[in-house]
């Protein structure tokens, strides 16, 4: 089972940027669709972003469509989401995610890490 560790969160001010990053440790890295999940305070765990094997297909939810960018390099095990114009609203425990699934079903993550806190202030 792959074994991930995030790295990257932190306290922004609205309209800032961070970059969160995810190590994995799983030598069959390429073999997983990789993503990252969010869950605020009060509220249900959610999907924010995949992406494929090799990185040919990204989803996003749409709340960060066109704000965030999911990127992978499979040489170092690695995992990034790049936020831009942040929210408040983003503020949330980040989750590194990964799955075995099809591309159809890349959204649904079956493994996490334990999470980075990303605060955003107004």
């Known amino acids: 089972q792959v074994q991930l560790v995030e790295s990257g969160g932190g306290l922004v001010q609205a309209g800032g940027s961070l970059r969160l990053s995810c190590a994995a440790s799983?030598?069959?890295?390429?073999?997983?669709?990789m993503g990252w999940i969010r869950q605020a305070p009060g509220k249900e765990r959610e999907f924010v972003a995949a992406?494929?094997?090799?990185?040919?297909?990204?989803d996003y939810a749409d709340s960060v469509k066109g704000r965030f960018t999911i990127s992978r390099d499979n040489a170092k095990n690695m995992v990034y989401l790049q936020m831009n114009s942040l929210k408040p609203e983003d503020t949330a425990d980040y989750y590194c995610?990964?799955?075995?699934?099809?591309?159809?079903?890349?959204?649904?993550?079956?493994?996490w890490g334990k999470g980075t806190q990303v605060t955003v202030s107004s």
């Open positions: 799983e030598r069959t890295f390429s073999s997983y669709n």
């Open positions: 992406i494929s094997r090799y990185g040919g297909r990204t």
């Open positions: 995610a990964a799955n075995r699934r099809t591309i159809a079903a890349m959204r649904v993550m079956d493994y």
